[in-house]
C-alpha cells in the first residue's frame, strides 16, 4: 500500500518506476519522462494510476508483464485522464503466464492485439495506443 502523488520521475537507466511483487500501489498526477527503457514497469504487481502522463520514454509509457520467477498476475487499473506521446501507451506481455489484466477508463486508448503476422516477436502482447479509435484519422 504505496501511494505517488504530484511527482515527476525524468531519465532512469531503465525504467522510471519499478512496481515488484506489491499490492495497493497508486500513483496520482505522476509523470514519467526520458527513460531509456519503460515509464514504469508492473511486474507481477497490482497498480492504480489515476491522471498519469508519460512522454519520451524509449520503449512506451507503461509495461505490464510478469517475470521470471513472478508468481502474482499483474494487473493495471487505468483512472482519470491520461495523457501519452509515444506510439505505445500501455503494453502487456504475456511472458510467463497469462496475458496481463487492464481496465479502468480505457476509453481513451485503441488497443490492438499483436498477432504473428503483426510481428512475430511480440506474438500475444497487446498494444494500447493513446486516443480512441473515435478521435484517430
Known sequence: NTQLKNLIVDSSQKYNIHVYKATGVILENVSLINALNGGMLVN???????NIQTS?????GI?????????????????????????????TDPKNGNVPTINGDLDQYTVEDITA???PDKEGF???????ADNQD
Not at 44 to 50: H, I, M, P
Not at 72 to 87: A, D, R, W
Open 126 to 132: 497487446k498494444y494500447y495506443y493513446f486516443g480512441s
Open 63 to 91: 509495461e505490464v508483464s510478469r517475470g521470471n520467477d513472478v508468481d502474482s498476475q499483474p494487473t493495471l487499473t487505468v483512472k482519470g485522464i491520461s495523457q501519452h506521446n509515444e506510439t505505445v501507451a500501455i503494453w
Open 56 to 60: 519520451d520514454n524509449a520503449w512506451g
Open 44 to 50: 507481477g504487481a497490482e497498480v492504480s494510476v489515476n
Open 117 to 119: 503476422e503483426t510481428d
